[in-house]
Antibody, heavy 119, light 108 residues
Framework: QVYLVQSGAEVQRPGASVKVSCQSS????????VHWVRQAPGQGLEWMGR????????TYAEKFQDRITVTRDTSINKVSMEMQRLRSDDTAVYYC????????????WGQGTLVAVSS | SYVVTQAPSVSVAPGQTARITCGGNDIGGKSVHWYQQRPGQAPVLVVYDDTDRPSGIPDRFSASNSGNTATLTITRVEDTDEADYYCQLWDPSSDEQVFGGGTKLTVL
């Protein structure tokens, strides 16, 4: 059973923006934190940010504070992550993941979305 | 920000026990979670809240967390356990989620 479905792969130029979405028919995003995690080729997992299920307020990792925006549309149960001013080292697989509470584990993950940044 | 350290690799023969550690200052005071990631796949939660297993995870997987070290233990290691393993926690000081760098488990 697929719990989180992400949008498809993207190829973008340096300096452009990209928006990756995450949707669920199994979970309401007003009940779960939705986190964004990325993984560059051959590298580890890196947390980027999350959105609070109760308030809809996002929190970002300091590293990405000025470049990402996480939003949600509760009418269609979708969360999106937009990254601006892309660089080649932003090439990575981007995952969304859910957690029931703030210190809680990421219990379900999307399939991942490859974002390739190349001129 | 809070730093979590994992050894890059661990090797173990089939049937033996693998121990993967996650080090951090007073990590025992935080709730640690563990993920398994096979090549080309999304991570899968194998242990949450220091010691609990999600349904469907074999009881060969167990974990502990005390002092400055959290440990994931895999007993009776099988070929299918070969994967990268990551620890993760929430740091209330920075209000950020933190991942360890990951440990590649090789089954010899």
């Amino acid at each position: 059973q697929v719990y989180l479905v992400q949008s498809g792969a993207e190829v973008q130029r340096p300096g452009a923006s990209v928006k990756v979405s995450c949707q669920s028919s199994a979970y309401s995003f007003t009940d779960y934190y939705v986190h964004w995690v990325r993984q560059a080729p051959g590298q580890g997992l890196e947390w980027m940010g999350r959105i609070n299920p109760n308030t809809g307020v996002p929190t970002y990792a300091e590293k990405f504070q000025d470049r990402i925006t996480v939003t949600r549309d509760t009418s269609i149960n979708k969360v999106s992550m937009e990254m601006q001013r892309l660089r080649s080292d932003d090439t990575a697989v981007y995952y969304c993941a859910t957690a029931r509470y703030l210190p809680g584990a990421f219990d379900h993950w999307g399939q991942g979305t490859l974002v390739a940044v190349s001129s | 920000s809070y730093v979590v350290t994992q050894a890059p690799s661990v090797s173990v023969a089939p049937g033996q026990t693998a121990r993967i550690t996650c080090g951090g200052n007073d990590i025992g005071g935080k709730s640690v979670h563990w993920y398994q990631q096979r090549p080309g796949q999304a991570p899968v939660l194998v242990v949450y809240d220091d010691t609990d297993r999600p349904s469907g995870i074999p009881d060969r997987f167990s974990a502990s967390n005390s002092g400055n070290t959290a440990t994931l233990t895999i007993t009776r290691v099988e070929d299918t356990d070969e994967a990268d393993y990551y620890c993760q926690l929430w740091d209330p000081s920075s209000d950020e989620q933190v991942f360890g760098g990951g440990t590649k488990l090789t089954v010899l």
